[in-house]
């Protein structure tokens, strides 16, 4: 019985992911500093930050692709928990982090999957 309920919970979160588009994204160093220029150091805060750069600052890399659904605030403010109910590898993550990698982004209405595409060192930043 706590199989068949398991295996239900999955499915029906399966069920209820709606596909909203996929996107893809060089990190590059100004998405690693917020707006006051304090360095970010989580996966999903450089995220957020490289999707506020690319909407609202217009602050773009070469490969920043439009997205579908960060735009609004409300859906940037939410990117965290949305990775966090997704997939990505920790190694994913900490190149995020720790480099400037080009990432794939996939977006559902209640989650993100996140993959590195191609990962390069972080350069050095003048950004204080």
Excluded: C
Aim: no cysteine; aromatic share 10%; proline share 2%.
């Amino acid at each position: 019985m706590k199989k068949f309920l398991v295996l239900a919970t999955i499915f029906s979160s399966l069920v209820s992911a709606k596909y909203i588009g996929t996107y893809y994204a060089k990190l590059g160093t100004s998405d690693h500093f917020n707006s006051h220029g304090t360095r970010l150091t989580k996966a999903a805060e450089i995220i957020r930050q490289d999707r506020y750069n690319y909407h609202i600052r217009g602050i773009r890399d070469a490969a920043d692709e439009w997205d579908p659904f960060f735009a609004s605030k409300r859906n940037r403010d939410i990117l965290e928990r949305m990775l966090k109910k997704g997939s990505s590898s920790g190694s994913a993550l900490s190149a995020i982090v720790n480099g400037t990698p080009l990432i794939k982004v996939k977006v559902y209405n209640d989650h993100i999957n996140v993959t590195v595409i191609k990962s390069k060192k972080r350069e050095k930043s003048s950004i204080k």
